[in-house]
């Protein structure tokens, strides 16, 4: 079991685990945290979590915790990783079961003040047309052959079918479209599942969010991204539903059964997983990336529906634009350096974020100059930030961050400290407007079981592994019939 | 009787599933599953049988593939399940039928059903399990 005494701190805000502490690692593991996020990040099992990543076959550089982190299924949830390509490991347990879970951000071109005397009816409006999907399909039912074609294509079907604009496509990581996909290697019953939850949300921690630009930090980078102080945003967090979740399903699975062929013996299953050149590897990687674009179609078809509804309360002269769309559960090839050697790796963002600095190719062509825009956000009531990625964090991270406030309460226990109307009435007397069809959920997603995100973004900022741009105040939580 | 607990894990739910036979544990992870999902039953509507058959080189993967596949017919047809009807049940192979009622909605999605801290054991002909969702 993992203490404090394992670790050595390198700089502030920056832990580390040697290699020659455990038997086993091949790699230090770095943790990204201030003293406080430690002590809870030592109350629950995530740094055992990133010490067994440690040891995956062909893992380089150093494995990496968020300061968001806290315990998962084989990797810590916050955690990064990277394998030499192609011949180094891809595990499905380092991109999660949501593949391509991640948030978009679009913004509007007025402020609060015309906003707030309508929010209720936006809230209603936004409720009512974008479902929850859980238990019943959304509003879209896909032919097997239309299917195939998000799986293929991603935001791209979007452009295609009349719901996504040129330009979405150039702000969404990867262009909404991983081109290795391969609708063959999902299996019938993740389509099924699918086939019917285009456009929908799902429960949990999904939600939409109308957020106002409550405070720019750097104005210069604001402008760049088109914010201003009062301005009315909308976030948007949800991920492949079924599809991805039964993608994952199977694909462990099969590794799992497979691990005796590579002679792999691994302390944990879920960090079940295969050489990426294998035919298992590379089926599942055809698969994830046909999951990860079902996400981005999924995130552009409820933008469409977004922006019908803004359309219709503000007149066609206001447009939700999209800042930026990130993916935090997803593995991509990524050129990074290590020990001063550039590489092709395997990157497992599990729970974190991309955020490339300044400069780099993969990056928008509006933000290249000043890096990617970093998107995260809090929980129900709490703050969001818009960052910017840095040439620190490509240095120390793969271009990496976190991906918002970490849990460090357990669902069970939220319940029991609080009810879901509790946790209504409280936002509510916060001002914020609330819209979901039961308040059961509300007590589980409690800002109090979320560590407080405005710590975690500031051990980015410190440590200059991403710097804030602007922070967001939420004014309406819809989490979708 | 099917006895099932519901355990706090950091992120998600956690069951712990036990009963004197090994069809027993089965249903009663089945009811705690869905338990955690808290249905809304169309109860007026007709009753639905979903025919599933598994098979896992040992019993606590099996359990997996068993609730993994009551989580995806739920999933794809909107229902859910109380009762299961066993035409085989062994430690590496379970056929037969979920039974249950289409659903309006589920209050929480479960997302998976994970290998994580997995266990199934057998003591003094007590069945149990301990099985984590991904929520």
Request: charged share 25%; glycine share 10%; proline share 4%.
């Amino acid at each position: 079991m993992f203490s404090k005494g394992h670790l050595k701190q390198l700089a502030p805000y920056l832990f580390e685990i040697s290699p020659d502490i455990f038997p086993g690692m091949l790699v230090p593991a770095r943790i990204f945290a201030s003293e406080k996020i430690l002590e809870e990040a030592l109350n629950d099992r995530s740094l055992d979590q990133l010490v067994n990543v440690s040891k995956l076959p062909g893992v380089v550089g150093q494995v990496i915790a968020m300061p968001d982190i806290h315990e998962g299924y084989g990797f810590p949830i916050g955690g990064v990783a990277a394998t030499e390509w192609p011949h180094g490991v891809i595990s499905p347990g380092g991109v999660g079961y949501d593949i391509n879970c991640g948030v978009r951000l679009l913004v509007s071109d007025i402020s609060w003040r015309e906003v707030g005397p309508k929010i209720i009816l936006i809230a209603d409006e936004f409720m009512r047309s974008v479902p929850s999907g859980t238990g019943r399909g959304g509003r879209v039912e896909l032919a097997s052959q239309e299917l195939d074609e998000v799986l293929s294509e991603g935001a791209g079907w979007c452009l295609r079918t009349g719901r996504a604009t040129k330009e979405d496509l150039t702000v969404i990581e990867e262009g909404g479209c991983l081109d290795n996909a391969d609708p063959k290697a999902v299996s019938d019953r993740a389509k099924a599942r699918g086939r019917d939850q285009l456009g929908t949300i799902g429960s949990g921690n999904h939600f939409l969010e109308i957020q106002r630009v409550d405070e720019v930090f750097d104005k210069e980078t604001a402008k760049v991204y088109g914010l201003f102080k009062d301005q009315i945003v909308v976030a948007v967090h949800c991920g492949s539903r079924g599809l991805g979740h039964q993608v994952c399903t199977d694909y462990v699975r099969i590794m799992l059964s497979k691990l005796s062929e590579y002679d792999f013996v691994l302390p944990d299953r879920e960090l079940a997983c295969a050489p990426a050149d294998t035919a298992e590897g590379q089926s599942y990687l055809n698969a994830m990336a046909a999951a990860a674009n079902f996400a981005w179609a999924n995130r552009q078809a409820i933008s469409h529906h977004l922006r019908l509804e803004w359309r219709r309360i503000f007149g066609g002269g206001h447009e939700l634009k999209l800042l930026y769309d990130v993916s935090h559960n997803i593995a991509k090839v990524e050129r990074h350096e290590v020990d001063g050697v550039a590489k092709q790796l395997l990157v497992h963002r599990k729970g974190a974020i991309r955020a490339f600095g300044p400069d780099r190719l993969e990056v928008s062509e509006k933000y290249r100059a000043i890096g990617q825009p970093v998107l995260v956000p809090g929980t129900m009531g709490t703050a969001s930030f818009v960052l910017r990625g840095t040439d620190e964090a490509m240095r120390r991270t793969f271009g990496t961050v976190c991906h918002g406030a970490g849990r460090r309460m357990s669902r069970h226990a939220a319940k029991r400290a609080v009810s879901g109307g509790d946790v209504r009435r409280a936002l509510e007397a916060d001002g914020i407007v609330i819209r979901c069809h039961s308040n059961k959920g509300l007590a589980e997603e409690m800002p109090g079981a979320y560590k407080d995100v405005e710590s975690v973004v500031d051990v980015l900022e410190e440590a200059g592994i991403s710097k804030k741009v602007v922070c967001l105040k939420p004014v309406a939580v819809i989490k979708g019939e | 009787m099917n006895k099932f607990k519901l355990l706090p894990h950091t992120g998600d739910w956690r069951i712990r599933a036990s009963g004197s036979s090994l069809s027993e544990m089965f249903v009663a992870a089945l009811y705690g599953m869905f338990a955690v999902a808290e249905p809304r039953k169309d109860e007026a509507a007709l009753t639905v049988f979903r025919e599933f058959s598994v098979q896992s080189s040992e019993v606590s993967l099996l359990l997996v593939d068993f609730l993994s596949a009551a989580l995806s017919y739920s999933d794809i047809y909107h229902e859910a399940y109380d009762r299961i009807e066993f035409d085989e049940l062994s430690e590496i192979k379970a056929v037969g039928k979920f039974i249950g009622k289409p659903v309006a909605g589920f209050e929480t999605q479960i997302k998976a059903v994970t290998y994580h801290d997995l266990e199934v054991s057998k003591k003094d002909g007590q069945w149990e399990a301990l099985v984590t969702l991904d929520v």
